[in-house]
Every structure is written in structure tokens, then in C-alpha cells.
């Protein structure tokens, strides 16, 4: 049974990452509901841009790195995703997403990756 309703996938219907053919375990994730921030005339803040949404992991074991890099074998990737909202975050939502596979060198100790952030542009809701 999962714990969780973090998914992934390359169909509308994504696969929860805990039941994956290796089971990954639950990341800290992150919304934002606008890619940035404007500063307009008056003062006021405006939020422009598509949704964003990172997963992050403290450290990651390899064999799981390994998992949902089948995902996105390249920079980045066009996937469907399930994550948490700033606004429910007891419902998940479901959206079409751009995998952004981390560009930096990624820190390693012994069998497990440190520090890991994946990161989800462009985000598309689906209903």
C-alpha cells in the first residue's frame, strides 16, 4: 500500500513512485503557482509564468536515481506528474510537466546520491 501520492509517468495516468518497478521514496516537494515574480508600477506584485514544482530528497540511493532517470534520459523530459499544491495539500494534482534533470554535478557518497532536486516546469493541469 502506498503511503504517499507522489506519481510519475510518460502517460496521463502517471504511476505513484512508490510503486515503481524500484520503489522511490517520498520526496520533500515544493509549488509555486507562477514562475516568477513582477514588481508593476504601483508597487504591487504580479505572478507570471507556468506553475513550477521541485521533489527533493536529502539522499537518494542509487538504485532510485537510477529509477527516475528511465524518465528522463536526456536534459529534460516531458512527463505527467501527481504532486502536492501550496493550496490542498492533502489532494495531489495531476499535470503535464517538463522534468528538469539537475544540471549540476551530482554530489555522491558511496551508493547514494546527496542532495538530489528534480524540478518540474511548465506545469499543465490536467483534469
Known amino acids: 500500500m502506498t503511503q504517499y501520492l507522489f506519481a510519475l509517468g510518460l502517460a496521463m495516468t502517471p504511476t505513484n513512485i512508490e510503486s515503481l518497478t524500484v520503489p522511490v521514496t517520498c520526496p520533500k516537494s515544493t509549488f509555486s503557482p507562477y514562475s516568477s515574480v513582477v514588481e508593476l508600477a504601483d508597487g504591487s506584485k504580479r505572478g507570471v509564468g507556468a506553475p513550477v514544482a521541485t521533489w527533493h530528497w536529502d539522499f537518494l540511493p542509487q538504485t532510485m536515481r537510477d529509477q527516475l532517470r528511465t524518465f528522463c534520459p536526456g536534459a529534460s523530459a516531458s512527463v505527467y506528474i501527481r504532486t502536492y499544491t501550496k ?26 546520491r546527496m542532495d538530489f532536486t528534480i524540478e518540474f516546469r511548465q506545469l499543465v493541469f490536467q483534469s
Do not use: F, G, K, V
Not at 490542498?88 to 539537475?102: E, G, K, R, T, V
Open 87 to 112: 493550496d490542498n495539500a492533502l489532494s495531489p494534482h495531476y499535470y503535464l510537466a517538463q522534468m528538469i534533470w539537475p544540471t549540476q554535478s551530482e554530489e555522491t557518497q558511496a551508493t547514494r
